[in-house]
């Protein structure tokens, strides 16, 4: 098994931004994809981002051009960048991660956008 800690959500004003952070108990170089989803209240879970072990990566569309993921190796972190954000971007934010047959979720964090 694999344990994922987030962190790094809060509460910021629209137009600002936050980096969150998700810590993993191995390597993520062990794994096969890191990803970050959300949900907002009263709303399904749904995708964001993923970074792969070969370094490629997948954001939706909707926030590709304000969100960015990332990672640190060394750290065996994986970051979640949040530029520009929207009150629609109010979310619990999930990070996962995937090996062959199964995945696993971290608590997630939660990030507010309001002024």
């Known amino acids: 098994q694999v344990q994922l800690v987030e962190s790094g959500g809060g509460l910021v004003q629209p137009g600002g931004s936050l980096r969150l952070s998700c810590v993993a108990s191995?390597?993520?170089?062990?794994?096969?994809?890191m990803g970050w989803y959300r949900q907002a209240p009263g709303k399904q879970r749904e995708f964001v981002a993923r970074?792969?072990?070969?370094?490629?990566?997948n954001i939706e569309d909707s926030v590709k051009d304000r969100f960015t993921i990332s990672r640190d190796n060394a750290k065996n972190t994986v970051y979640l960048q949040l530029n520009s954000l929207k009150p629609e971007d109010t979310a619990v934010y999930y990070c996962?991660?995937?090996?062959?047959?199964?995945?696993?979720w971290g608590q997630g964090t939660r990030v507010t956008v309001s002024s």
């Open positions: 970074i792969f072990r070969d370094s490629r990566t």
């Open positions: 996962k991660a995937l090996f062959v047959g199964v995945g696993y």
């Open positions: 191995t390597s993520i170089l062990s794994i096969y994809s």
